[in-house]
T-cell receptor, first 114, second 111 residues
Framework: DVKVTQSSRYLVKRTGEKVFLECVQD?????MFWYRQDPGLGLRLIYF???????EKGDIPEGYSVSREKKERFSLILESASTNQTSMYLC?????????????FGPGTRLTVL | DAKTTQPNSMESNEEEPVHLPCNHS???????IHWYRQLPSQGPEYVIH???SNVNNRMASLAIAEDRKSSTLILHRATLRDAAVYYC????????????FGKGTTLSVSS
């Protein structure tokens, strides 16, 4: 069974803390994505990566950075967490050569910044 | 980006067919029509996708209008497990492109 796992289901952090969200996929996918999901706003793309050490900004990259040192792992970093980054964070992956193929999502991390 | 329009919510009874509509009047010739769904407290999951022809898989069927300006996701026999938010998404076949989610249709299923 294909799998995308995220390091935590729930996370509580304080304003100003550096936060790391980890995502691992076991499908040898080239593409990996980070979204955030907020009520009334749907899912919005933060960053994506189509290869190791490659990254592209999505629609809302401000306040975030990413790291892709290994193919299976894509990390989202909140350099200095703020309360407006309280959200559900979803990681996804897809196969590069299947340009119209499906994306596989992890279960999500619900982050609360106090 | 081409946009999609879906009803906010729909209701169904268990074991009845469900037809979830999606309008995409500005679709381009290369846009694929994707459907995802999101069950409560889970990440979205892929349901089906198509370009021009109707498509069937183990989860659902996708009926695409001849002019491609609308499509319908068909769940042949709704179960309580099918209660979810269903998203209709247009996607260009370009490597690395993300999905652009709208607000989707919240499907309720009653026993």
């Amino acid at each position: 069974d294909v799998k995308v796992t995220q390091s935590s289901r729930y996370l509580v952090k304080r304003t100003g803390e550096k936060v790391f969200l980890e995502c691992v996929q076991d499908m040898d996918h080239e593409n990996m994505f980070w979204y955030r999901q907020d009520p009334g706003l749907g899912l919005r793309l933060i960053y994506f990566s189509y290869d190791v050490k490659m990254k592209e900004k999505g629609d809302i990259p401000e306040g975030y950075s990413v790291s892709r040192e290994k193919k299976e792992r894509f990390s989202l970093i909140l350099e200095s967490a703020s309360t407006n980054q309280t959200s559900m964070y979803l990681c996804a992956s897809s196969l590069y050569r299947l340009l119209q193929g499906e994306q596989f999502f992890g279960p999500g991390t619900r982050l609360t910044v106090l | 980006d081409a946009k999609t329009t879906q009803p906010n919510s729909m209701e169904s009874n268990e074991e009845e067919p469900v037809h979830l509509p999606c309008n995409h009047s500005t679709i381009s010739g290369t846009d694929y029509i994707h459907w995802y769904r999101q069950l409560p407290s889970q990440g979205p999951e892929y349901v089906i996708h198509g370009l021009t022809s109707n498509v069937n898989n183990r989860m659902a069927s996708l009926a695409i209008a001849e002019d491609r300006k609308s499509s319908t996701l068909i769940l042949h026999r709704a179960t309580l497990r099918d209660a979810a938010v269903y998203y209709c998404i247009l996607r260009i076949p370009q490597a690395g492109t993300a999905l652009i989610f709208g607000k989707g249709t919240t499907l309720s299923v009653s026993s």
